[in-house]
């Protein structure tokens, strides 16, 4: 699974899952309009919808008729970001699979945060970037030696003692950054539900390599 393809449509099917549990909480946080919940639970639902139809394509056309559906049925200005996350996204990946490898540079994109800190574009290079920045540059090179599915198994809890807690907490921090780097950290409730969906999207890749 590690060097295998990822199954995106599992993924988003989590996150439109979470979004729904948290839609009455995403509201209330929504002190302007009060819709904010509702707007990401319609935004996700096309999301999954686009991605059964097109289960068999290649990722980067996943990707663009994501997009494409965004475009046409989103109303909110959540759902225009995405829509262009997803086109971003679509460009990057074109002729090559989605992986463990580079998960989060996709997360990144799709939250509307740009291309992903390094040329390489991969979730050990953004894992060295955030946790440089965090803690000052200190940390800017440890990226490459993490181990992902580590860190994931930390989130759910998968190991004990220390170990987990440390996990836990750098995909915490994680998290934050990828959230904090992208156009959803704009309001409180765009980067509440940023944080949803990218905390849901890792927890069901643990899952998957669980499996």
């Known amino acids: 699974m590690t060097n295998g393809q990822i199954d995106l449509l599992k993924l988003f099917q989590a996150a ?5 549990q948290n839609q009455s909480a995403l509201n209330q946080a929504d002190t302007y309009n009060h819709d904010h919940g509702d707007n990401m639970v319609s935004t996700f639902n096309t999301i999954v919808q686009a991605l059964q139809q097109k289960q068999d ?12 559906q965004l475009d046409q049925n989103a109303t909110s200005g959540s759902g225009k970001t995405y829509a262009q996350g997803f086109a971003q996204a679509a460009g990057h ?16 994109m799709i939250l509307g945060g740009g291309q992903a800190t390094t040329k ?4 050990a290079d953004l894992i060295g970037s955030i946790l440089g920045g965090l803690t000052g540059g200190g940390a800017g090179q440890s990226g490459q030696g993490l181990d992902l599915g580590g860190l994931l198994g930390g989130l759910l809890g998968g190991q004990s003692g220390s170990s987990s807690n440390t996990g836990g907490d750098l995909l915490g ?16 409730p765009h980067t509440q539900s940023g944080q949803i969906v990218t905390g849901s999207i890792l927890q069901a890749l643990s899952q998957l390599l669980g499996q």
Do not use: C, H, W
């Open 16 to 20: 439109a899952g979470a979004l729904q």
């Open 57 to 68: 394509a290649k990722p980067a056309a996943q990707l663009k008729y994501v997009s494409r």
């Open 93 to 108: 990946f074109k002729g090559t699979e989605i992986t463990l490898e580079s998960i989060l540079p996709l997360i990144q």
């Open 120 to 123: 390489k574009g991969s979730s």
């Open 173 to 188: 921090s994680l998290i934050g950054g990828l959230v904090g780097n992208s156009q959803m950290a704009d309001s409180a």
